[in-house]
C-alpha cells in the first residue's frame, strides 16, 4: 500500500484492479501522467497519489459523472486527502486542527466524518479529539466543512473539505438522472 497517498477510492470486492485501470485512464484524461494507485490490502479499498490537487481530481471526478453518469463502472466512491499522518489520536488530532485553521472560516460549520480500518482507535474518541479542540459549531445535517479522517491500519490520511469533494458515484448519477428528466420534461 502507498505510505503517502492523496486519495482514497472504494470500488466492488473483486474488481480493485479494474477501478485502478479505470482512475489511471481518467487521471490521463485530465492531465495526470503520473498517478500512483495501490490496492490497500482491504477488499474494495483503493488508496492512490496524483500529481494535481486532489481536490481538482475529485471536482474533476464528480463533473464527469454529472455529464456522462456511466463514465466510471468500477468507482463508488473518491476522497481527496490533504494529508497523511501516523496513526495516532494525537497526530490526527493535530494534523486535523492545522488543517481546519487552514481550510475553515470561524463562520463555517462543520463535521467530523470518520473511517476506521485495521486499527484499534475507536470512531468516538477520534471525533472526540478533533472536535473537543475547535471553536467551529457542529452541524451533522448540512455542514460547509467536512473534516474527513480515513484510518488504514498505521496510516491516516485526513482532509477539511466541502461536502461536494466527497464524490458518490450512486448519488451523482441519481442527480444526473432527475436533471436528465426535468431536461426531457421541459423544467
Known amino acids: 500500500m502507498l505510505k503517502e497517498f492523496n486519495l482514497v477510492a472504494a470500488t466492488y470486492r473483486k474488481r480493485e484492479n479494474d477501478c485502478i ?76 486542527v492545522r488543517l481546519a485553521g487552514e481550510k475553515m472560516r470561524p463562520e463555517d460549520t462543520y463535521k467530523v466524518e470518520a473511517r476506521i480500518r485495521l486499527s484499534t482507535l475507536q470512531r468516538d474518541e477520534v471525533i472526540d479529539a478533533i472536535a473537543s479542540r475547535l471553536s467551529n459549531k457542529v452541524n451533522l445535517g448540512e455542514p460547509d466543512k467536512v473534516i474527513v479522517v480515513e484510518i488504514i491500519g498505521e496510516r491516516a490520511g485526513l482532509s477539511v473539505i466541502p461536502p461536494s469533494l466527497i464524490v458518490s458515484v450512486e448519488k451523482l448519477r441519481r442527480i444526473a438522472r432527475r436533471r436528465a428528466s426535468q431536461e426531457r420534461r421541459g423544467l
Open 21 to 96: 485501470s479505470e482512475l489511471w485512464f481518467f487521471a490521463k484524461e485530465i492531465g495526470d501522467r503520473r498517478l500512483e494507485a495501490s490496492k490497500t490490502g482491504l477488499p474494495s479499498l483503493i488508496v492512490a497519489r496524483t500529481s494535481i490537487d486532489p481536490e481538482e481530481f475529485a471536482a474533476n471526478a464528480r463533473e464527469a459523472i454529472l455529464k456522462n453518469p456511466w463514465t466510471f463502472r468500477y468507482l463508488l466512491k473518491l476522497v481527496p486527502i490533504h494529508t497523511v499522518v501516523n496513526a495516532e489520536l494525537g497526530e490526527i488530532a493535530e494534523a486535523a
